[in-house]
């Protein structure tokens, strides 16, 4: 499995795990599909519990609002903010 790939599964099950998504298959989830609103269906308090668990998991930290627009468009898209953001040890391909 590739790094990215290994990611976006990590992703996954950090969003059923953390939004308490019982009785989902993680794999269910699209990595382009869109996370807010008609895709996954998160709202603003979903948004604010899966950076809490990113900043846990990953060590990265969303800053604004901007930044948490684009970040949670689609797991693909929360993959590419982790790959250049990650600053915590013990994660494939940190520091």
């Not at 609103?37 to 900043?55: I, K, P, Q, R, Y």
Request: proline share 3%; no cysteine.
């Amino acid at each position: 499995m590739s790094g990215v790939a290994e990611l976006t599964t990590r992703i996954k099950h950090l969003i059923v795990e953390a939004l308490r998504f019982d009785g989902m298959d993680p794999n269910s989830i699209a990595d382009d599909a869109p996370l807010m609103g008609e895709g996954l269906g998160l709202d603003s308090v979903d948004a604010l519990e899966l950076m809490v668990a990113l900043e846990k998991e990953f060590g990265v930290k969303i800053e604004n609002q901007e930044a948490g627009r684009t970040a949670l468009r689609s797991v693909s898209s929360l993959a590419a903010f982790i790959e250049e953001h990650r600053t915590g040890a013990g994660i494939p391909g940190g520091a």
